[in-house]
C-alpha cells in the first residue's frame, strides 16, 4: 500500500554544487502506462558519483533539481490503467534508459542506442527515493528469493555482461581493463561463462584483492609493472584474445592497443577524458582486431542474460557494502576511496 502521508524520502540534487539534500518530495503520480514502485534497494553508480561531486560533465548534463539514482529493486505498488505486463506485489527491477519507439534505431530493434534516450535519475527524476516511478514497459520481473542489493545491481551487471558476452570468451584469454564494480562483475562473469584464462589489470590494491577472489587467474599493477610485457608473458607472447575496457584511462587503452592480440577483440565500456592516440595502421588495421563500443545493455537481450547469471554470481562479494539512504554522504566517501566494489542503499 502507497504511504499515507503522500510524501517520502529523497536525496534530491537540487543545486549547482557539489553535495545532494536529503529532503522530502511528494510521492509521484503515476500516468496511464506507468508503475509506482516502494524502493527495496538501489546502488551507487559511478554516474550518481560525478552528478554528486558535481564535475565537468554533470554541469554540462544534468539540469537540477532532480532526485537521483537509477540502479534499484523494489515491490509495485500501483499500476496505471493500461499496465497489463506487471501487478501490484511483483519485485522489479529496470532497464534505465527510456527510450522513444519511435526513431529508426528503436524501430530496428537497436534501442539501446535511440537517439532520443532518456536516463532514471539524470534526465527524470530517479530512484534515491521511498518511491519511484516507472514506465512499465522498462520493468524487469524478478525472482522474489533474491536478496534485493544483489537485484538493484543487475543495470550495472547488464553493462558487464553486454561488454563481455558481445564476443565470445568460452575458452579464450581475456584481460578486464580497470576493476572497478562493473570490472569486477565483469572478472566473474568471465570466470563462470568459462574463460581460459583471466588477467585482470587494476592499480587499487582492495580492488585488486577482490579481482582474485573473484576469479582473476593473474591480477597486474600497471603502476609497478611493464603491463604489456607482463601480458604477452602470460600469453606466451601472442597477447589477450578478448579485451573489456572499463578504466576509461586514456594510457591504459593506449597500451591495451599493444596486448591485444592478432585477430583479437576490444569492447569498451569505459568513457575516456582525453582523446585517444592509437598506431591505427599498426594496431588495428595489420592486427586485423575488432573493436566493439559498448552503450548501456541490449534491451532486453542483455536483461535476459542477466536474469540466468544471477544466482552463478558471486554478488555476496561484489556488493560489499550496504548503508542506509539517509548515510549518501558517508557511502560517497567510501565510493570516493576506491575501497569498496557495489555499495548498496537502504530507504
Not at 553508480?45 to 523494489?74: F, N
Not at 587503452?253 to 577483440?265: D, N, S, T
Amino acid at each position: 500500500m502507497v504511504n499515507c502521508s503522500k510524501d517520502m524520502l529523497a536525496l534530491v540534487k537540487d543545486k549547482s554544487a557539489p553535495g545532494i539534500t536529503i529532503t522530502r518530495r511528494p510521492i509521484p503520480i503515476i500516468e496511464d502506462d506507468e508503475v509506482l514502485i516502494k524502493v527495496l534497494a538501489t546502488a551507487i553508480c559511478g554516474t550518481d558519483y560525478h552528478i554528486y561531486s558535481w564535475d565537468a560533465w554533470s554541469q554540462k548534463r544534468v539540469k537540477p533539481p532532480v532526485i537521483m539514482g537509477h540502479e534499484l529493486a523494489g515491490e509495485v505498488v500501483e499500476v496505471g490503467k493500461n499496465v497489463t505486463r506487471v501487478k501490484v506485489g511483483d519485485i522489479v527491477s529496470c532497464e534505465t534508459h527510456i527510450v522513444c519507439d519511435n526513431c529508426e534505431f528503436c524501430r530496428t530493434g537497436r534501442g539501446h542506442i535511440c537517439q532520443h534516450t532518456k536516463i532514471i535519475g539524470v534526465d527524470t527524476d530517479g530512484c534515491f527515493a521511498e518511491y519511484v516511478k516507472i514506465p512499465a514497459k522498462n520493468l524487469i520481473i524478478n525472482d522474489p528469493s533474491v536478496d534485493p542489493r544483489y537485484l538493484s545491481i543487475q543495470e550495472p551487471l547488464g553493462n558487464a555482461v553486454h561488454t563481455m558476452l558481445h564476443f565470445d570468451i568460452v575458452g579464450r584469454t581475456v584481460a578486464i581493463l580497470g576493476c572497478g564494480p562493473i570490472g569486477l562483475m565483469a572478472v566473474n562473469l568471465a570466470k563462470v561463462v568459462g574463460a581460459a584464462k583471466i588477467i585482470a589489470i587494476e592499480i587499487n590494491e582492495y580492488r585488486a584483492k577482490l579481482a582474485k577472489e573473484l576469479g582473476a587467474d593473474v591480477v597486474i599493477n600497471p603502476l609497478t609493472e611493464d603491463i604489456v610485457k607482463r601480458v604477452l608473458e602470460e600469453t606466451d607472447g601472442l597477447g589477450v584474445e578478448v579485451l573489456g575496457e572499463f578504466s576509461g584511462n586514456k594510457q591504459a587503452i593506449e597500451q591495451a592497443f599493444k596486448y591485444v592480440r592478432l585477430g583479437g577483440y576490444m569492447s569498451i565500456l569505459g568513457i575516456p577524458s582525453k582523446n585517444i592516440e592509437i598506431d591505427l595502421s599498426n594496431d588495428v588495421v595489420f592486427k586485423g582486431i575488432t573493436i566493439y563500443g559498448v552503450t548501456g545493455r541490449i534491451m532486453f537481450d542483455t536483461w535476459h542474460q542477466v536474469k540466468g547469471l544471477i544466482r552463478r554470481l558471486d554478488l555476496d562479494k561484489i556488493v560489499t557494502h550496504t548503508f542506509k539512504l539517509t548515510e549518501i554522504d558517508k557511502a560517497m566517501e567510501v565510493m570516493k576511496s576506491g575501497n569498496s566494489g557495489k555499495i548498496a542503499l537502504i530507504p
